[in-house]
């Protein structure tokens, strides 16, 4: 890897401040415009810390929902006196895991030979995609993309088995990967093997080896130590050990069986109370032919669906992996001598092949967006280095081109997405506003349809959300659903829909748009 003098790492200074403060300036830009989003899962993050906050610690762990972002929500929501700024709040707290992010990603560009305009290309390209993870959801998952490129800053790093500090380092960044996420107990465990056994079979030398097992036991030792406090806590509630369900409930979900989130179909029922005979059910592929089969469908869809989020993250990311893939035909030997090639192609198949067997959402492998960015840009620096690119006329002007279609390819998805979906999440606040100020919604409510949206409202709002009606359910057993859990307000959602109830009365008379809303007399 080329060293750099202090003067260009002046340079690089000066380059990294003003991505930071392209970032900081279009993010604060943004972030008006995106302080009302909401998802379920954020709303469960911000209770978690709410519960720490009041001292509730025990009550509020989740083997399902990870404890580091609700901890780290703490601090942000120290001042936030109403649920929309604990809204704005979160967000503060994504744009600055976005910050540490792009600190990072340049940290760890360094482990990938390009020259210091490719890079800071790199940078910038990176900043709508960072950007976007931080605005589009309240998600752990950017914190985990930003502990997660700190692991392979230090991990890629050639002298990494020079230091038995990295595998300190290394053990203590996969504890914060899994108290991030409980996926992060499985991928830190698999990839900090497979990179030391990498580096283990790179070099002959005896010494260096016993160098890079050192730092493997160390770092294993430190990982174990630490996240068998939180596994301890864990499993003290659920009255099994278990590292975290998240993994056995999607896999559950996504089932032969499965009928989807028991609470859309159970019908109307107290709050957390769940339908045992719908809830999703562990199965086995292996339990029989039928279930091997579907398992096999299952990752075959889901290796389709992975490879059209990477199209979709850009046209060029297949390209690139294909790329990489190509370069990897060579002896065994001069292979793992090339760490460039092997290590980001290898952690990049372990991030997506976790979620294969069970399931694939975006959000799951954004690290591998900013992978592949900087994976581009080692190509690139290849490409610049033909004698197409340095000796003919124009060279300039084709390097330029060459940029610029590569960062407009991994620019135009979060770009478009940022533009696309201003004010997101502003209809349901003020709807919240309308049915507490003009109408006075308040106590027990149930819904015919859109549960999400409903428990959306009822963030906002004092009411307490009863679930979903059954589809296809009869008046009269609806009104002894209404009855028997003592809804105060009924609400029907669809411009065609309405409800034949005794003892309510529609209070909206027409004035909000595809909805009523049934008042108990």
């Not at 899962?41 to 609700?70: N, R």
């Not at 595998?167 to 108290?179: F, K, S, T």
């Not at 864990?234 to 979900?253: Q, R």
């Amino acid at each position: 890897m080329r060293l750099i003098n202090r003067g260009n790492l002046k340079r690089l200074d000066f380059r990294l401040v003003l991505v930071l403060i392209t970032y900081v300036l279009i993010g604060f830009f943004l972030l008006r415009y995106y302080q009302y989003q909401i998802n379920p899962d954020g709303i469960q993050y911000i209770g978690i810390a709410k519960g720490y906050m009041t001292g509730a610690f025990y009550k509020v762990i989740s083997a399902y929902y990870g404890p580091l972002i609700s901890g780290l929500m703490v601090p942000f929501l120290f001042f936030a006196k109403t649920p929309a700024s604990a809204f704005y709040s979160t967000k503060l707290l994504s744009l600055t895991l976005g910050f540490f992010t792009i600190i990072g990603l340049r940290q760890l560009s360094y482990r990938f030979e390009m020259d210091e305009v490719v890079r800071t290309v790199v940078l910038f390209t990176a900043i709508p995609a960072v950007l976007y993870f931080a605005l589009s959801v309240i998600t752990p998952d950017l914190l985990m993309v930003c502990v997660l490129v700190y692991y392979f800053a230090v991990i890629f790093d050639p002298g990494y088995p020079s230091k038995l500090s990295h595998g300190v380092i290394c053990g203590l960044l996969g504890v914060l990967a899994y108290l991030t996420k409980s996926y992060g107990f499985t991928f830190f465990i698999s990839s900090f093997l497979v990179l030391n056994l990498l580096y283990y079979f790179k070099d002959s030398d005896k010494i260096r080896r016993r160098k890079v097992l050192k730092n493997l036991i160390l770092g294993f030792t430190v990982f174990l130590a630490i996240s068998g406090i939180w596994i301890g806590l864990i499993s003290s509630k659920e009255g099994k050990l278990t590292f975290g369900t998240s993994g056995t409930f999607n896999h559950a979900l996504v089932g032969p069986q499965s009928q989807g989130f028991a609470q859309y179909s159970q019908g109307i029922s107290k709050p957390g109370e769940v339908n045992s005979d719908l809830e999703p059910k562990e199965w086995s592929p292996f339990s029989s032919w039928y279930n091997f089969r579907y398992q096999l469908n299952l990752i075959k869809n889901n290796t389709l669906q992975t490879m059209a989020i990477l199209n979709s993250f850009s046209y060029l990311s297949l390209l690139i992996i294909l790329a990489y893939i190509l370069m990897c035909i060579q002896p065994p030997r001069k292979l793992l001598s090339q760490s460039e090639i092997v290590y980001p192609l290898v952690t990049l198949l372990i991030c997506a092949g976790g979620y294969l067997m069970i399931l694939v959402e975006e959000r799951y492998i954004w690290l591998i967006y900013l992978l592949l960015i900087l994976m581009g840009g080692y190509l690139i620096n290849m490409l610049f280095k033909m004698d197409f690119f340095t000796k003919e006329r124009f060279s300039k002007v084709r390097k330029a081109v060459v940029l610029l279609v590569f960062a407009y390819s991994f620019v135009l998805m979060p770009a478009n997405y940022l533009a696309g979906n201003l004010h997101t999440g502003e209809d349901i606040y003020s709807l919240s506003s309308t049915l507490m100020g003009q109408y006075g919604v308040q106590g027990n409510v149930a819904t015919n349809d859109q549960l999400t949206d409903l428990n959306y409202l009822a963030y906002y709002m004092n009411i307490t959300v009863y679930g979903q009606a059954q589809k296809n359910i009869s008046s009269t057993e609806l009104q002894n659903d209404l009855e028997r859990y003592g809804i105060d307000y009924y609400f029907v959602w669809g411009s065609n829909q309405s409800a034949n109830l005794t003892g309510y009365t529609e209070i909206t008379q027409g004035n909000l748009k595809d909805m009523k809303v049934y008042s108990l007399n």
